[in-house]
């Protein structure tokens, strides 16, 4: 399933991706710091949308409270509380 999530507190404003069998797939931010954003995207795709999640929520930028990856990581949580089950 494909999901949007508008980002808050970060350089970048959107981040779409899809979960597919719980792996997280064409992860595209939109805004920030392009080339580590597209890496990001490059690194977690396939992954456990769950273990990606663990490991980025909570990830700063500076003296921001949140980053790319941590809005990635929100991003995760909000779709998988949404699924059908």
């Known amino acids: 399933m494909n999901y949007s999530y508008k ?3 970060t350089c970048s404003h959107m981040v779409n991706f899809a979960i597919d069998n ?3 797939h064409d992860v595209e931010f939109f805004g920030g710091c392009n080339g580590n954003l597209k890496a990001i ?4 795709e ?6 990606v999640r663990d490991i980025l929520l909570g990830n700063t930028c500076g003296f921001k409270g949140t ?5 990635l990581a929100r ?3 909000h779709a998988l509380s ?3 089950i």
């Not at 995207?41 to 977690?44: A, Q, R, T």
């Not at 396939?46 to 273990?51: L, Q, R, V, Y």
């Not at 980053?67 to 809005?71: M, N």
């Open 7 to 9: 980002t808050s507190g």
């Open 22 to 24: 719980g792996k997280l």
């Open 41 to 44: 995207g490059k690194l977690v």
């Open 46 to 51: 396939g992954k456990d949308a769950t273990e």
């Open 67 to 71: 980053s790319c990856g941590d809005q």
């Open 75 to 77: 991003a995760i949580d």
């Open 82 to 84: 949404t699924q059908r």
